[in-house]
């Protein structure tokens, strides 16, 4: 059982990985609120941590 929590998480941060190296964006420039994506971005970390951690 906790082997394929594993294989699952595993495949879970592979997915998001290849999400999010496919959205190639371009880089903000100096002037914009880059700020407002940490934000969510420090949940989505948050939440992965915590499903590796729990299951």
């Known amino acids: 059982m906790e082997a394929m929590k594993m ?3 595993l495949v ?3 997915m998001l ?3 999010a190296s ?4 371009p880089a903000p ?3 914009s609120d880059a700020t407002a ?3 969510p971005t420090a949940v989505a970390s ?3 941590l915590a ?3 729990l299951f």
């Open 17 to 19: 990985m290849m999400a």
């Open 29 to 31: 420039s100096p002037t």
């Open 46 to 48: 948050l939440v992965a």
């Open 37 to 39: 994506l940490m934000v």
């Open 22 to 25: 496919a959205a190639e964006s």
């Open 7 to 9: 294989k699952l998480f």
């Open 12 to 14: 879970v941060m592979a």
């Open 51 to 53: 499903f590796g951690f």
